[in-house]
């Protein structure tokens, strides 16, 4: 499946965006998704995760209470909400998605099988 990743770009610390993810050309209610993010230099890692049916999400103790992951199946998106942005968030974000038959969340960049093309957030000081 081609994962579509949206909405990154340049903003000052405090400030917010929403990112978006959608599959063009697959039902995204069948996939539990998530959000990871690879600065330069470093691993990608793990943001968060939302269940298929959006009942369940999962976060990095470092953007809890400052990010929101959510879905909307009947539109098929995916989406992250990004408050409070710090220069240590700059990164480019990938969303990615698995198949899964349960309630799942996965919070392992092995556990994902699709990949977006990852958008680049950026946050001046």
Not at 25 to 39: D, E, H, P, T
Not at 58 to 80: C, E, H, P, Q
Request: with cysteine; charged share 20%.
């Amino acid at each position: 499946v081609q994962l579509q990743a949206s909405g990154g770009g340049l903003v000052q610390a405090g400030g917010s965006l929403r990112l978006s993810c959608t599959t063009p050309r697959r039902l995204i209610s069948a996939y539990a998704v998530g959000w990871f993010r690879q600065a330069p230099g470093k691993e990608r890692e793990f943001v968060a995760a939302i269940s298929r049916a959006g009942t369940r999400t999962d976060y990095r103790n470092s953007v809890k209470g400052r990010f929101t992951i959510s879905r909307d199946n009947a539109k098929n998106m995916v989406y992250l909400h990004m408050n409070s942005l710090s220069p240590t968030d700059t990164s480019v974000y990938y969303c990615a998605a698995r198949t899964t038959v349960t309630g799942a969340l996965y919070s392992e960049k092995y556990d994902y099988n699709e990949w977006g093309q990852g958008t680049q957030v950026t946050v001046s000081s």
